[in-house]
């Protein structure tokens, strides 16, 4: 299994251009998670996806900030338009049940927005 | 609220020695669901262990048990005979059943093994 697989790994934008962050699950696994770490304020939940449906954005910051998950094996976070303090690394997790199982995490995307 | 405490920022401890990362959690979900993930420097979530809050005894992952005690709302990560790779961050997670799986992490706990 190849497990979670994020792209890119590391990106550099300038303020005000759009990022696009791309999330590959696990097969078979039907929850999907979008975290975003950052030294200031930890490991924070974005929004979460179950069975390719969101059920919980309440954690993503703000309009310029949106997710889906077209179907079971992708799923995009976007960014538009990027500011600095976006600059973070955000993290894609899938997991094969929506409770009490664990989360496999993918390697991250670095982002920095200057 | 902070649902997750974990209240040591960094922990120090001798190569073979075992080591205790403390969590204290906060829920009114009767059914949740406690993990420990490690950070390493390299940056990678490995996921390390996972208590469910019915199960009866202590979860065990190797050198890896969880100190559960319900009553205290605590879930603590003990890691025996510590070796040098064992140097990472360390995040307590809760995820609780009855809010539609949404998942809480603590600060982390920064530890670092001594030759």
């Known amino acids: 299994d190849a497990g979670v697989i994020q792209s890119p790994r590391h990106e550099v934008t300038e303020m005000g251009q759009e990022v696009t962050l791309r999330c590959k699950p696990i097969?078979?696994?039907?929850?999907l998670f979008w975290y975003r770490q950052t030294m200031m304020r930890g490991l924070e939940l974005l929004i979460y996806?179950?069975?390719?449906?969101?059920?919980?954005d309440s954690g993503m910051p703000e309009d310029r900030f949106s997710a889906k998950m077209p179907n079971a094996s992708f799923s995009t976070l976007k960014i538009q338009p990027s500011e600095p303090r976006d600059s973070a690394v955000y993290f894609c997790?899938?997991?094969?049940?929506?409770?009490?199982?664990?989360?496999?995490f993918g390697q991250g995307t670095r982002l920095t927005v200057v | 609220a902070q649902k997750i405490t974990q209240t040591q920022p960094g922990m120090f401890v001798q190569e073979k020695e075992a080591v205790t990362l403390d969590c204290t959690y906060d829920t009114s979900d009767p059914s949740y669901g406690l993990f420990w993930y490690k950070q390493p420097s390299s940056g990678e979530m490995i996921f390390l262990i996972y208590q469910g809050s019915y199960d009866q005894q202590n979860a065990t992952e190797g050198r890896y048990s969880l100190n559960f005690q319900k009553a205290r709302k605590s879930a603590n990560l003990v890691i025996s005979a510590s070796q040098l790779g064992d140097s990472a961050m360390y995040f307590c997670a809760m995820r609780e059943n009855t809010n539609a799986g949404k998942s809480t992490f603590g600060d982390g706990t920064t530890l670092t093994v001594k030759p």
């Open positions: 097969s078979g696994h039907n929850s």
């Open positions: 997790a899938s997991s094969g049940q929506l409770t009490g199982a664990e989360a496999f």
């Open positions: 996806f179950n069975n390719n449906v969101p059920i919980d």
